[in-house]
């Protein structure tokens, strides 16, 4: 069993609270930069592939599991992440310039678009936000002068200092663009969680009565919160496009949303472990089923992948509804608390009535 | 000098006056309780002074400022802070948390400063911190700093709400029934705090609560309400023998049981 011991406030506000933690996480970033020379390089191109979906799902972590504003529409913020980078690459922008400024576009646009979607609640929030999925396939085409319309458009050559970024090529090196977006917006996650910000974020998600009483503006925090969220989904789907050469109108349809919502929910909603969790779950489950049917020796099945995914969805939400980490959380503290740990310490206590006439 | 009035307040739902044409005023330094059966209008007064409720017409005064000009999240900068009736925390998150929501009014820190987290949000974590120390240390919290909403005591979260609203350095704090579902010696210890909370940190007290033995140890005046209106005002005695209080609680003939007992009463 471990103590903290916390001799000032910095404990709990620095990033690592104890020489544990830091030691822990510097560990897996050492392993995740040694990963090239470790794996062979189809495995490397999934591992990117994880990485790419976790920068997504942060994006959308931020809103749903942080803020508690469910949206179905990250898959039109992702294309127009993807989008507004290529076109800027195309247009002679260094990538490392480019992604950004994709991201801030996005997010710009999402905070706007926010304006009107955040005076809804529950499931009209995410009616709206899955027709603007919808939306998203059918503007793509309008726009075909910029955005190739149907034809779709290919991915430009990527180069960052003279070196080019080629998953065919030097798959190590898409492997180090994505781990680095990924740690980067990691990093800004969870500064804003120990910021002031982070908490209205949470506040809003758990009374929104009471966060107004505390002073926290809750149309301007949605709005943040839901500019942020594009903003990281548009990086994720820039880089997505990216990493698959091609893309038109129907790469990011509003399945990719739908996917990314149950990523996070299997992930475990409001942790951001939840989001690389669950992007491992997403990125290695149809791999691990192709291998699956392969070696029952049959046929694929049309449709088992989907029918797989629904399954799981639904059996986390009945049995562990705070998901692969909040799994791993229990076990923990099982082990810690070893043999002191009660079966229904996290058991969900009841309620008290919420004041929710007020709103 | 009088920190919050109203003024011929009134606001219906629908058909039901919740508050009819009522006018009070609670001064600075004074611990003020509203009391009345249920259905009075008491929260119904609270949620206007939050402005969760606009008022039809009549006025609300904040130190010489109109909160009716305000919006809701400006009535906690102001100075204003309070607790719910049923308990309104943030419960996903730790009591530490929760009370550093409580200094949201005092963020000076922009969103770029805090998504890099640079040098002036760290200094202000530091002093928002000692500012919730503060209060912790104030109100017993300590062994319960890292502690989940989700599995406190009703008690503890009753407290961690007094907290939060301290932590916002209010001028005015209104409690909405702080006794309620308090044990005897929670009770008993909430009536220190608001002792202490008026004589040490010299806030204003506005509150809601049921229990008299509460009521009339730590307010210096009371209003009574019935059915929106006011029935009567002043110490907590004169209000508990005003007859027309003694009518709205217990019917007109407990008036001549009363005026019988007089005598033994104390």
Same mark, same amino acid.
């Not at chain 1, 942060?58 to 179905?72: E, I, N, P, R």
């Given at each position: ?22 030691? %822990?996480?510097?560990?897996?970033? %050492? ?23 976790? %920068? ?104 960052? $200092? ?20 990924? @740690? @980067? ?19 809003? +998600? ?25 903003? $990281? ?37 409001? $942790?951001?472990?939840?989001? $690389? ?49 909040? +799994? ?32 | ?23 009070? #005023? ?27 409720? /606009? ?7 904040? *130190? ?5 000009? /305000? ?5 906690? #900068? ?25 200094? &949201?009014? &005092? ?18 974590? =530091?002093? &928002? ?34 907290? =939060? ?6 001028? !005015? ?8 579902? !308090? #044990?005897?010696?929670?009770?008993? *210890? ?5 002792? *202490?909370? /008026? ?42 023998? &005003? ?21 033994? =009463?104390?």
């Amino acid at each position: 069993m471990r103590f903290h011991f916390k001799t000032s406030y910095d404990h709990d506000i620095r990033l690592f609270p104890d020489r544990w933690t830091l030691s %822990v996480y510097g560990a897996l970033l %050492v392993l995740m930069l040694v990963l090239p020379w470790i794996i062979d390089s189809f495995y490397l191109g999934e591992v990117t592939n994880v990485l790419i979906w976790a %920068v997504a799902g942060l994006g959308l972590m931020l809103l749903t599991g942080q803020t508690g504003q469910v949206s179905l529409g990250h898959s039109a913020f992702m294309a127009l992440g993807c989008y507004s980078c290529v076109i800027m690459m195309e247009n002679g922008v260094p990538i490392l310039l480019a992604l950004p400024l994709a991201g801030v576009l996005t997010g710009v646009i999402g905070a706007i678009i926010a304006l009107p979607a955040l005076r809804l609640h529950g499931v009209y929030l995410a009616i709206f936000t899955l027709a603007l999925a919808i939306l998203a396939d059918d503007v793509i085409v309008i726009l075909s002068p910029w955005t190739g319309g149907v034809n779709g458009k290919f991915a430009p050559e990527i180069w960052i $200092f003279g070196i080019e970024i080629n998953r065919w090529a030097n798959p190590a090196s898409w492997y180090f663009l994505a781990l680095g977006t990924a @740690v @980067v917006v990691t990093l800004l996650y969870r500064n804003l969680l120990r910021a002031p910000l982070g908490r209205a974020f949470a506040a809003v +998600r758990d009374s929104e009565i009471s966060a107004q009483a505390m002073g926290v503006d809750v149309a301007r925090t949605k709005t943040l919160a839901f500019g942020l969220s594009c903003a $990281f989904a548009g990086l994720g789907g820039a880089l997505l496009g990216l990493f698959a050469g091609a893309f038109n109108n129907e790469t990011f349809n509003f399945l990719i949303s739908i996917q990314l919502l149950m990523m996070i929910i299997i992930g475990g909603l409001g $942790f951001i472990h939840g989001a $690389f969790l669950g992007a491992i779950v997403i990125a290695f489950l149809p791999q691990f089923l192709s291998i699956l049917t392969d070696n029952l020796g049959s046929a694929s099945i049309p449709g088992l992948e989907t029918g797989v995914f629904g399954m799981l969805l639904i059996a986390f939400i009945l049995f562990e509804p705070m998901g692969l980490y909040g +799994r791993w959380l229990k076990m923990r503290t099982w082990l810690e608390l070893f043999p002191f740990a009660r079966r229904d310490m996290f058991r969900r206590q009841k309620t008290y009535l919420k004041t929710e006439r007020l709103r | 000098m009088s920190l919050l009035t109203l003024e011929n307040v009134t606001l219906k739902f629908g058909g039901v006056t919740a508050v009819n044409n009522l006018s009070m #005023s609670v001064n600075e330094g004074e611990v003020f309780a509203l009391v009345g059966p249920n259905g009075a209008g008491k929260s119904t007064v609270f949620n206007m002074i939050s402005r969760f409720y /606009r008022p039809f017409n009549g006025k609300i005064t904040f *130190d010489g400022q109109n909160l009716l000009d /305000r919006r809701p999240n400006e009535v906690a #900068s102001l100075g204003i802070a309070r607790t719910f009736q049923n308990i309104e925390l943030f419960d996903h998150a730790t009591v530490l948390q929760n009370l550093l929501v409580g200094r &949201h009014r &005092h963020r000076k820190t922009t969103l770029v400063e805090e998504i890099l987290f640079m040098g002036r949000t760290r200094s202000e974590e =530091r002093k &928002h911190r000692l500012a919730v120390e503060e209060v912790i240390e104030f109100l017993d919290l300590q062994a319960y700093r890292d502690k989940m909403i989700m599995g406190l005591p009703y008690g503890v979260r009753k407290v961690v709400e007094l907290a =939060r609203a301290l932590a916002t350095k209010p001028r !005015l704090l209104l409690l909405d029934e702080p006794a309620s579902g !308090l #044990s005897v010696e929670e009770t008993q *210890d909430m009536r220190w705090w608001i002792d *202490d909370i /008026r004589r040490q940190m010299g806030i204003t007290v506005l509150m809601v609560e049921h229990d008299m033995g509460l009521v009339s140890k730590v307010c210096d005046r009371v209003l009574a309400l019935a059915d929106g209106a006011a029935l009567a005002e002043g110490t907590p005695t004169e209000v508990q023998s &005003h007859p027309a209080v003694i009518e709205a609680y217990l019917g007109t003939s407990a008036i001549s049981k009363t005026a019988n007992a007089k005598g033994e =009463r104390v």
